[in-house]
C-alpha cells in the first residue's frame, strides 16, 4: 500500500475490539462466528466484541460485471480495467494475475484490484516476445521451443487469458491494444 499512490489496489481497513449490540446480529449470524472465528469473538453481557475485523469497499467482480453490462458501461470499465494495469504499473507494480476475476469495479464504476498472490515490482519482470519457431512443428509442440525463467512474460499471451468472449477481446485490444506487446512493458519500465 505504500506503492499505491493512486488507489488501483483494494485497501483493507483492521479495526480492533469493535463493540456491537447483541440485538444487531441475526441468531444464524452470531453461531457462524461462534463456529468459524470464536478465538476473535467475545460476547460481554448484551455486546458482541469482535477483536479484529477487516473492513473493504464493495466491489463487483469485473468478470461478473462485464457479462452484466452491454454497450457504453462494458466499454467504460473495460477502458478503467486497461487503466487501472497502466496506473499500477507506472507505479512499479505488477499485478501478475491479470484476470478479470481479480479485479473489481466499485459503485463509482473504478476497477480495482485485489489479488495479491502473484503481484510484484514491475521492475522484476522480464517481458519478452515469443520468438519465432524454428519449424512448424515447434508450434504444435506441447512444450515451448524457448526457455522460459521463473519472472519471464510473454504479453502477447495475454487476450485469450483476459478474455474469453471475443467481442470484450477485440474491445480491449482496440482501447490498449499496447499492453500486449513485450515493447510496451519495457518502455514503462525504462521509463
Known amino acids: ?3 499505491d499512490r493512486i488507489g488501483r489496489l ?5 479495526f480492533r475490539h469493535l463493540r456491537f449490540p447483541r ?12 463456529d468459524t472465528c470464536a478465538g476473535s469473538l467475545a460476547e460481554d453481557g448484551d455486546d458482541v466484541v469482535l477483536s479484529l475485523c477487516y473492513v473493504q469497499r464493495r466491489l463487483r467482480p469485473l468478470d461478473l460485471y462485464l457479462r452484466e453490462q452491454a454497450g457504453e458501461a462494458a466499454r467504460e470499465a473495460a477502458l478503467d480495467y486497461g487503466q487501472a494495469i497502466v496506473d499500477l504499473a507506472r507505479n512499479d507494480i505488477f499485478p501478475g494475475d491479470m484476470l478479470l476475476k481479480n479485479f473489481g469495479v466499485t459503485r463509482h464504476g473504478r476497477v480495482v484490484f ?11 519482470v522480464n517481458f519478452r516476445k515469443i520468438p519465432e519457431a524454428r519449424y512448424p512443428e515447434d508450434e504444435m509442440s506441447s512444450e515451448p521451443w524457448y526457455s522460459v525463467g521463473p519472472l519471464d512474460v510473454f504479453p ?5 487469458f483476459l ?4 467481442r470484450q477481446r477485440r474491445l480491449f485490444n482496440q482501447l490498449h491494444g499496447d499492453l500486449f506487446t513485450a515493447e510496451y512493458w519495457q518502455g514503462l519500465q525504462a521509463a
Open 156 to 160: 502477447e499471451e495475454f487476450p485469450p
Open 10 to 14: 483494494l485497501d483493507a481497513q483492521p
Open 23 to 34: 440485538a444487531r446480529f441475526d441468531p444464524s449470524l452470531l453461531a457462524e462466528l461462534r
Open 114 to 124: 485485489y489479488d495479491y498472490d502473484e503481484i510484484c515490482y514491475l521492475t522484476e
Open 163 to 166: 478474455f474469453v468472449d471475443i
Open 1 to 3: 500500500f505504500r506503492l
